[in-house]
């Protein structure tokens, strides 16, 4: 093609609607083996191919049934730190020491309040019944990292209120706090 082909061709097909082969026969019918081809080509390839558009975002009850769904698909949680999530924005979520939460990700700590479930699951956008699964399914974890663990642990367990009273890294408001919720559920039964 020559340099006066192109130029034509480009500005036919870049006016922004669909060329029409008659109307760019009727203005340049010098060039009317190019632009047939070229216009042919156009129609039938370049302006059928669907736009990309922006999915619509998901309403609050559609997130949560995705959520669920995905949950029932994608196997038990082995680990509270999902999604890139860090121990330090795991605790501030939750309003917990750094040190309670990496006994929960050991799974090292018992009498769990309904209130943290509650709280996990909000944090980590994850159905409860797959944070208390968590919590009652045994780790899959490799010897060397039980090893590990129990070593530095013993495998001893605790209660959530003492992990609380021995956190060295809750502030005394946020103890008093998740200490009051346990005096509730406490008071309640």
């Known amino acids: 093609m020559k340099q006066e082909e192109h130029r034509i061709i480009a500005h036919v097909i870049g006016e922004g609607v669909a060329p029409s ?20 080509y156009y129609q039938t390839f370049e302006q059928s191919l669907p736009t990309e558009t922006a999915p619509e ?27 890139g999530i860090t121990v330090e924005q795991l605790a501030k979520r939750l309003d917990l020491g750094v040190d309670v939460v990496i ?3 050991r799974r090292q700590v018992e009498d769990l309040p309904a209130l943290l479930y509650q709280r996990l699951a909000q944090a980590l956008q994850q159905p409860p019944e797959r944070i208390r699964a968590f919590f009652t399914t045994p780790e899959r974890q490799s010897i060397r990292q039980q090893v590990a663990e129990r070593a530095e642990s013993y495998g001893i367990k605790k209660t959530f209120r003492a992990l609380l009273q021995a956190s060295q890294t809750m502030t005394s408001a946020q103890k008093a706090w998740w200490l009051a919720r346990l005096e509730e559920v406490e008071s309640d039964t």
């Open 103 to 105: 006994w929960l990700e």
């Open 57 to 83: 975002p998901l309403s609050s009850l559609s997130q949560r049934a995705f959520r669920r769904a995905l949950s029932r698909v994608s196997g038990p949680l082995t680990s509270l730190l999902i999604d």
């Open 21 to 40: 082969l008659a109307d760019s026969l009727a203005r340049y019918p010098e060039h009317s083996e190019s632009l047939a081809d070229t216009i042919a």
